[in-house]
Structure formats: structure tokens, C-alpha cells
């Protein structure tokens, strides 16, 4: 990430692989873990795209708790696979988009115990 988009983001993130369930527009699950986690969303690399602007629902496994929240997917990138040409990767950015606050503060609560110490 460069230094323009560090200035962008209104949440802290941490780089923790969270165990997180999606369900897609198509109602089906992927199951996969976050690359990073913030009170604002997630990262992840998934075997699939996801179009920009679809809505998801989201189960997020946090060490003490899970919670589940909708979100929104903001971007998508192709990744190139090093160890397997025939797969292909994505790496998706999920905004959350219907979270209530107990739950936005207990992400965030959980990303500065891992960030800030």
C-alpha cells in the first residue's frame, strides 16, 4: 500500500488471519481467513472475483468471539498465483456495511490490542 492510501483509512488495521465464512450474492459460502482486519473491514484472498459494489454477509471469527455483520465489497485485485498457474486469487476489500456498534467496537477494541502495545 502506498503512503496516499495509509492517509485514507479512517480505521487502524491489524494483520491477523481471522477465520472468516462470506455469503455471496450467488448464496454460496467461502470460507477462507482475513489478511487484515480493522473497525472499518476486512482483506481477503478468495479463489473467486466478487464484484465492486456487491453486498455480503460476513461471519468473522475473533479470538474471544465472532461476530457477524453485512458488508460491502469496495475493491478487487488479480493476483498472480506463484505456486499453482491454474488457480486464480483475488484479493478482495470488504467494507462493513450493516455492523452494529457492540460489534464495531469489539473489532476495534481487538485491533489495538494487537497494534498498539
Not at 454477509?57 to 457477524?68: C, W
Not at 456495511?97 to 469489539?106: A, G, L, R, T, V
Amino acid at each position: 500500500m502506498d503512503h496516499a492510501n495509509a492517509e485514507k483509512r479512517r480505521f487502524i488495521r491489524a494483520n491477523f488471519p481471522c477465520k472468516i465464512t462470506i455469503n455471496t450474492p450467488k448464496k454460496h459460502l467461502i470460507t477462507t481467513h482475513t489478511e487484515n482486519i480493522g473497525a472499518g473491514g476486512v482483506r481477503v484472498l478468495v479463489e473467486e472475483e466478487m464484484a465492486i459494489s456487491s453486498l455480503v454477509e460476513l461471519e468473522v471469527s475473533l479470538p474471544k468471539q465472532a461476530i457477524a455483520c453485512k458488508g460491502r465489497v469496495v475493491w478487487n485485485i488479480k493476483k498472480n498465483s506463484s505456486y499453482a498457474e491454474q488457480i486464480s486469487l483475488f484479493d478482495v476489500g470488504v467494507e462493513f456495511f450493516e455492523i452494529n456498534q457492540i460489534d464495531k467496537d469489539i473489532v476495534d477494541a481487538f485491533v489495538k490490542s494487537i497494534v498498539v502495545k
